[in-house]
């Protein structure tokens, strides 16, 4: 087995939160400068920039996670991968169905520009993208799963936006690939106060919503080739492939 960095957990320039350094060019440039092996490009409640980054990222030897950072009715984030542009699309289509019409306000929650290769800006997405969903958890997940998908609740140590802040605890017939942890803490730490979380795998991620934000923290992924296969397989410990907190 090979170890590969991970940090699956990065925003751009659409995401109203991401610093409007955070262009497709600019963040392969840096995952490529910190090491980072396989990126996960999360935008709120969005997937317009996965593809180009993914093409990219591939130039520069990065495997690149195409997927989405949900907002659930309940107001709990959750990181959605998918392995093609088709279903990258059909997911997206989902998020379009399902995300309130409410116009953003740039004065208070920033730009959602989708940008080229050359940093032009192409299009803004007038909808705020950082609405929650009208859809519940157990619905999210369920179509991510129904098209293949990977479903990992966020950063499930916060005290807003987590599955724990909102819910109170993770329900045990909820099916999911991994937990994250934010920077913030540490498993060990983390599992004091939440030891029925002991059976589940974690994964630890930046967050990133500023250029030099992008691989402050990682997990490592022992696979044997970079592949959304191999990536599955080690999230579940699967044939021998595993993943590891730094």
């Not at 195409?66 to 289509?93: I, N, W």
Request: aromatic fraction near 8%; glycine fraction near 6%; charge should be negative.
């Amino acid at each position: 087995m090979e170890k590969f960095r991970a940090d699956l957990h990065t925003h751009t320039v659409l995401s109203p939160c991401g610093d409007l350094e955070m262009s497709p060019v600019n963040i392969v440039r840096k995952a490529k400068e910190k090491g980072i092996d396989i990126l996960g490009i999360t935008d709120h409640n969005s997937t317009l920039h996965a593809p180009l980054i993914k093409e990219l990222g591939a130039k520069e030897g990065i495997m690149v996670l195409m997927g989405a950072e949900v907002t659930t009715k309940e107001e709990v984030h959750c990181l959605c991968f998918f392995e093609c542009e088709d279903t990258l699309s059909d997911f997206q289509e989902y998020i379009n169905m399902y995300l309130p019409n409410i116009p953003n306000d740039t004065s208070k929650f920033g730009y959602q520009v989708v940008v080229n290769e050359q940093e032009e800006i192409i299009d803004e997405v007038e909808c705020l993208l950082i609405s929650g969903l009208h859809q519940s958890i157990d619905q999210i997940e369920k179509m991510v799963h129904d098209i293949n998908g990977l479903f990992i609740p966020a950063h499930i140590n916060k005290t807003v936006n987590s599955i724990i802040s909102q819910l109170g605890f993770l329900p045990p017939d909820l099916k999911v690939d991994a937990l994250e942890l934010s920077q913030h803490t540490t498993k060990s730490e983390f599992l004091k106060k939440n030891k029925y979380l002991s059976k589940y795998n974690f994964i630890q991620s930046s967050d990133a919503h500023y250029i030099n934000n992008i691989g402050n923290t990682w997990t490592n992924f022992y696979l044997e080739e970079l592949s959304f296969e191999e990536v599955k397989l080690a999230l579940g410990a699967l044939e021998g492939r595993k993943i590891e907190l730094k």
